[in-house]
């Protein structure tokens, strides 16, 4: 099984859009997003309508809930922002939004898969490269999937922990600028997670 992910749209409409393309002449049918779609006004409604169009399979990011609400939290000190990217969205955008689940799973080829924002239990909570082996294994104990998709971090991660593929897409664009995804393939052994970028 071949699989995308893709991590912090942030509006980019343009990223997003490559991104998409992309997949479709590869001929990858299973894309999954790991939240955080739109914050700014600019192309916010777009996103959410490519994201559908192309039956993307979405989670919640913390973002999209502010917007959602209206209300920022920790880290949101731009309620203005905020709310011109909620009055850009318009209803069904936002219904669409509002709808999205913090996590869901499902099962494909009979592998189950987590998608979540943040850590298993807390969308506040971001798992990086960094974070601990013995952290991943307690995440790996609240939700023992084959695969937990995780996102908002800034950076891109793949790795096994206890027979549980971690994966992680980082934000849409790199430091550089680079439009990225990450291509998830089980017909190899072990599993390998790319992080692939466009020109």
């Not at 989670?59 to 731009?78: C, E, L, Y």
């Not at 897409?169 to 599993?191: C, H, K, Q």
Request: glycine residues 10%; charged residues 20%.
């Amino acid at each position: 099984m071949f699989f995308a992910v893709i991590g912090d749209i942030m509006s980019n409409f343009s990223a997003l859009q490559q991104i998409l393309n992309t997949l479709q002449e590869q001929g990858i049918q299973r894309i999954l997003h790991t939240g955080n779609v739109c914050v700014g006004s600019a192309y916010a409604r777009e996103c959410v309508d490519l994201l559908r169009q192309h039956k993307v399979l979405c989670v919640q990011g913390r973002m999209d809930k502010a917007v959602v609400k209206m209300k920022g939290g920790k880290g949101f000190a731009d309620t203005l922002l905020l709310r011109e990217t909620h009055a850009a969205l318009g209803s069904h955008a936002i219904e669409f939004l509002n709808g999205l689940p913090r996590k869901r799973a499902f099962v494909e080829e009979g592998l189950r898969i987590l998608v979540c924002h943040g850590a298993v239990n807390c969308a506040g909570d971001t798992l990086t490269a960094a974070t601990s082996a013995e952290r991943f294994r307690r995440e790996r104990e609240l939700d023992a999937s084959d695969i937990i998709v995780c996102g908002g971090a800034p950076e891109p991660f793949a790795f096994n922990i206890d027979k549980t593929f971690f994966v992680c897409p980082g934000t849409i664009t790199d430091t550089a600028g680079g439009i990225r995804y990450m291509l998830v393939n089980t017909e190899t052994s072990p599993w390998s997670a790319l992080s692939e970028t466009l020109c």
